[in-house]
């Protein structure tokens, strides 16, 4: 069973530009999130979705954050414009409705930001 | 949400038990005791999850007294391999209306095995 899929695995610019991450999940998994991580911190949710609907935004910076997840399956998570304190890496996660039950997501590889 | 606290760092040596414990006072009696781990440049990955007395799978055991107010993540034999960050979360189980969990990560606990 393939993973959840993220590109690009790196990625660096300058602040005030835009930038846009790209996650797909498992085959069938209904829920998707996106999580920021800070070095040296626990990854933080920022947004979840129910196929297409969000459930919870309400830990993303809207202002400049942005995400969809326009036909249920894959997302894009956008930021414009990028600040110096959004250098994170970007984590997309999954999960199915057996899993949700036993709290278990499965997590990409993650994005990391470097904005200078 | 049920705040954890957790040990920032242990080290061990190969072939050794490893004992993580976390400590969360104020668990619900719906809340469930989840841990993940997290090697460098990847993302979580679900390892055990319990409610009361010792679970145990292929990978670890997990070891949660009558009050429930702390846990013991242990790890048989560990080896170079294992060095990771172990993430302690605490958590109700149910579906959100909507779908899915909302799981909050602490800082975790930075696993450094060595030879």
């Known amino acids: 069973e393939a993973g959840v899929a993220q590109s690009p695995r790196y990625k660096i610019i300058e602040k005030r530009q835009s930038v846009a991450f790209w996650c797909n999940p498992i085959?069938?998994?209904?829920?998707l999130y996106w999580y920021q991580q800070i070095l040296g911190q626990g990854p933080k949710l920022l947004i979840q979705?129910?196929?297409?609907?969000?459930?919870?935004d309400s830990q993303l910076p809207k202002d400049r954050f942005s995400a969809e997840r326009l036909k249920g399956v894959d997302s894009t998570l956008k930021i414009q414009p990028a600040k110096l304190e959004d250098s994170a890496v970007y984590l997309c996660?999954?999960?199915?409705?057996?899993?949700?039950?036993?709290?278990?997501?499965?997590f990409g590889p993650g994005t990391r930001l470097t904005v200078l | 949400l049920a705040k954890t606290t957790q040990p920032i760092s242990m080290d061990s040596y190969e072939g050794q038990e490893v004992n993580i414990t976390c400590s969360h006072n104020?668990?619900?009696?719906?809340?469930?005791i989840t841990w993940y781990q997290q090697f460098p440049s990847q993302g979580p990955r679900f390892i055990i999850q319990g409610y009361k007395t010792k679970v145990t799978n292929e990978v670890a055991s997990l070891f949660i007294p009558a009050d429930r107010k702390s846990s013991t993540l242990s790890l048989p034999r560990v080896s170079l391999s294992d060095t990771a960050v172990y993430y302690c979360?605490?958590?109700?189980?149910?579906?959100?209306?909507?779908?899915?969990?909302?799981?909050?990560f602490g800082t975790g606990t930075q696993l450094k095995v060595e030879l």
């Open positions: 979360l605490v958590g109700d189980r149910r579906i959100l209306t909507g779908g899915g969990n909302k799981l909050t």
């Open positions: 085959s069938g998994h209904a829920t």
């Open positions: 996660a999954s999960s199915s409705r057996t899993s949700s039950q036993r709290n278990e997501q499965f």
């Open positions: 104020n668990i619900a009696t719906n809340d469930y």
């Open positions: 979705f129910q196929n297409n609907g969000v459930v919870d």
